[in-house]
């Protein structure tokens, strides 16, 4: 089963929205798409999830595609304290098994 | 809640060696997993259980043994430690079917790094 594809890095400038892209062209119809980022020396932690619809929380926004194929987390204003990991991944409806890619670091400058 | 625990935070072995790597949580959760984490890489899953008695292999299980008994515990046993499997290991839990079959977010633990020489 084909993991999600990243760009390696990203880079901000504080207080802007970073766009955060995933494709996940294999997706099946009960498989949800996860966010989790990591900092150094931490474990991962989890931002966001949706199915099909966008999702909102109070750390990002979550678009995903109509045809599910990709997605977006959408940081809405940058902090030096989101300088993380941040992994995309599909997580099967019927297994809840995560299956991590290699994740994109982003930078945020100040 | 203390959430997610994990003992020890370090630990140091030699080829040969067995150890098992404690993992607890209080939250009830039915949901428990085990990754690793090389350096500048992605975390892989080892073993993962849906619920107390059940476990089934992750993506990298070789090497590896873990059980069940309870709600609130999820050990890793390293049967026999080789210098591959040098890692920092997480253990994360989470609610489990809500509606729809989604899963809800995983609390992971802060880690054990571990060192085979």
């Known amino acids: 089963d084909a993991k999600t594809t990243q760009p390696n890095s990203m880079e901000s400038n504080e207080e802007e929205p970073v766009h955060l892209p995933c494709n996940h062209s294999?997706?099946?119809?009960?498989?949800?798409i996860h966010w989790y980022r990591q900092l150094p020396s931490q474990g991962p932690e989890y931002v966001i999830h949706?199915?099909?619809s966008n999702v909102n929380n109070r750390m990002a926004s979550l678009a995903i595609a109509e045809d599910r194929k990709s997605s977006t987390l959408i940081l809405h204003r940058a902090t030096l304290r989101d300088a993380a990991v941040y992994y995309c991944?599909?997580?099967?409806?019927?297994?809840?098994?995560?299956?991590f890619g290699q994740g994109t670091t982003l930078q945020v400058k100040p | 809640n203390a959430g997610v625990t994990q003992t020890p935070k370090f630990q140091v072995l030699k080829t040969g060696q067995s150890m098992t790597l404690q993992c607890a949580q209080d939250?009830?959760?039915?949901?428990m997993s085990w990754y690793r984490q090389d350096p500048g890489m992605g975390l892989r899953l080892i073993h993962y259980?849906?619920?107390?008695?059940?476990?089934d292999q992750g993506e990298v299980p070789n090497g590896y043994n873990v059980s069940r008994s309870t709600t609130e515990d999820f050990p890793l046993r390293l049967l026999s430690a080789a210098p591959s499997q040098t890692s920092v290991y997480f253990c994360?839990?989470?609610?489990?079917?809500?509606?729809?079959?989604?899963?809800?977010?995983?609390?992971f633990g802060p880690g054990t790094r571990l060192t085979v020489l």
């Open positions: 259980s849906v619920g107390a008695g059940i476990t």
């Open positions: 949706g199915l099909t």
């Open positions: 994360a839990s989470s609610y489990s079917g809500t509606s729809g079959g989604a899963f809800d977010e995983q609390f």
């Open positions: 294999t997706i099946s119809g009960t498989d949800y």
């Open positions: 939250m009830n959760h039915e949901y």
């Open positions: 991944i599909k997580v099967s409806g019927n297994t809840g098994k995560l299956i």
